[in-house]
């Protein structure tokens, strides 16, 4: 399939897993109000930070590993990383279901939630099965089949949600709120099991595996660890001290505006899947004008399929706020700012998986570090006087400063000149360090 066509389909798959995801929001506050809706979010954000952690970023070093290997025509490399990225993070991921089991009554405690408690000690298992969902998505992205990965993450967990969901709509009476935790962690299971199952039937027919070594792997995938959950950090301090600096309704409405633009992360995430693994192919064997082609073909579509929400929002803001409700029409001028931050980074290109590529991971902890440090500082200076625009501001600062941060290293240290424009014929392949 033509790349074109790949990035089509990967963005339609990534619209359907949004729109079930969505589906399986609004069913869950039918049923059981805000407090089910709220203590869906809660196990479901809790398993993705501790996944994201125990799997100390092998999933995206594995997948670099396999890509580069397969275009050297060395699958037995490639089939090995994926062993030795299970063998470390499985065991990894078992140990922080334990530590969330033993630990959930604190934790509940702490957030005060009547429910919490079992919901979170029924969710800790989910952290082994989302760990396998992940290292099994990647795997595929590896071999060559980024539809089938991109239908793991969101379709295939959000449509059976909604298949259990539904049978709990029909029940005589309806089920203790828990059993939502249950629906998650089993669909959470019933996808990692597909994803196995599809991977074994890819490479059935590989040579057999030889592992690489695991130290370099666990030295990559430390920094891309720290990166995302720097990433999580950002979006979680930014209402965290709105919040405290201004007040719980200005958080809400930042909140409300930063998910508007969501889709943003839909079309960077949905292209990542595709040309991620052809930066990593292309990296092994020395082609950094085609990766710079990648990047900028990759620019072009995703500004063309976001452009009209781009435009819907910046000129008609209070408009859209207001389909949350007249409370929120006072955020209009936070949802244009956080708009132009989304728009900022949507057109550096997908940057931040070039340097994980290209082994430059650990670039991204300088400049995702860096932007929580000037979130703070903004924060604090900006809330406190403008409120929830202060907010807003302050989000999109640090948004802007690692989007451009990226960029520099890519252009400058990596040696990919994205806006060279005239150079799109392929160079001499050359062995590369």
Same mark, same amino acid.
Do not use: C, N
């Given at each position: 399939m033509r790349l074109r066509s790949q990035l089509i389909w990967s963005f339609a798959l990534k619209g359907l897993g949004a729109a079930l995801a969505l589906a399986v929001s609004w069913v869950v506050a039918r049923l059981y109000g805000p407090l089910g809706s709220g203590l869906y979010a809660i196990g479901q954000t809790t398993v993705q930070v501790i996944g994201f952690i125990a799997l100390i970023g092998l999933d995206s070093i594995m997948l670099r590993t396999m890509a580069g290997e397969i275009r050297v025509d060395r699958r037995d490399l490639a089939r090995g990383a994926v062993r030795v990225a299970a063998k470390v993070a499985l065991p990894t991921s078992v140990l922080a279901a334990l530590v969330l089991l033993a630990l959930h009554p604190l934790i509940a405690g702490a957030l005060d939630t009547p429910g919490t408690a079992r919901v979170l000690a029924i969710v800790?298992?989910? +952290?082994?099965?989302? +760990?396998?969902?992940?290292?099994?998505?990647?795997?595929?992205r590896g071999v060559g089949k980024p539809l089938l990965s991109q239908s793991m993450e969101g379709p295939l967990t959000s449509g059976f949600a909604i298949l259990m969901l539904g049978a709990l709509a029909a029940a005589p009476a309806l089920p203790p709120v828990w059993i939502l935790a249950l629906i998650y962690t089993v669909s959470m299971l019933f996808t990692a099991v597909a994803g196995w199952i599809a991977y074994w039937r890819a490479v059935?027919?590989?040579? +057999?595996?030889?592992?690489?070594?695991?130290?370099?792997?666990?030295?990559?995938?430390?920094p891309v660890m720290i990166?995302?959950?720097?990433?999580?950090?950002v979006d979680w301090l930014s209402m965290l001290l709105t919040s405290s600096l201004a007040s719980p309704a200005a958080?809400?409405?930042?909140?409300?505006?930063?998910?508007?633009?969501?889709?943003?992360?839909?079309?960077?995430?949905?292209?990542?899947?595709?040309?991620?693994?052809?930066?990593?192919?292309?990296?092994?064997?020395?082609?950094?004008?085609?990766?710079?082609?990648?990047?900028?073909?990759?620019?072009?579509?995703?500004?063309?399929?976001?452009?009209?929400?781009?435009a819907v929002v910046l000129i008609w803001p209070d408009v859209v706020m207001g389909l949350f409700g007249p409370e929120f029409v006072g955020g209009a001028t936070a949802l244009q700012i956080v708009a132009i931050g989304n728009l900022v980074a949507l057109s550096g290109?997908?940057?931040g998986s070039l340097l994980i590529m290209s082994g430059h991971e650990r670039w991204s902890v300088s400049f995702a570090l860096a932007s929580i440090v000037l979130l703070v500082l903004l924060s604090v200076w900006l809330v406190p006087i403008y409120g929830v625009t202060g907010g807003a501001i302050a989000l999109t600062g640090a948004m802007i400063f690692r989007r451009v941060a990226a960029g520099l290293i890519v252009?400058?240290?990596?040696?990919?000149?994205?806006?060279?424009f005239g150079r799109d014929q392929p160079e001499p392949p050359q062995s590369m360090p």
């Open positions: 800790a298992p989910a +952290v082994i099965f989302i +760990v396998a969902m992940r290292l099994s998505s990647f795997a595929l059935r027919a590989w040579p +057999v595996a030889t592992a690489p070594p695991l130290q370099p792997m666990l030295t990559a995938g430390v990166s995302v959950v720097a990433g999580f950090a958080a809400g409405t930042l909140r409300v505006a930063a998910q508007t633009l969501l889709i943003t992360s839909l079309v960077t995430s949905s292209f990542d899947a595709v040309i991620g693994p052809q930066i990593a192919a292309s990296w092994k064997v020395g082609e950094k004008q085609r990766i710079a082609s990648l990047l900028r073909k990759t620019i072009v579509a995703s500004l063309v399929a976001i452009s009209p929400v781009f290109g997908p940057v252009h400058y240290v990596v040696g990919i000149k994205i806006l060279d």
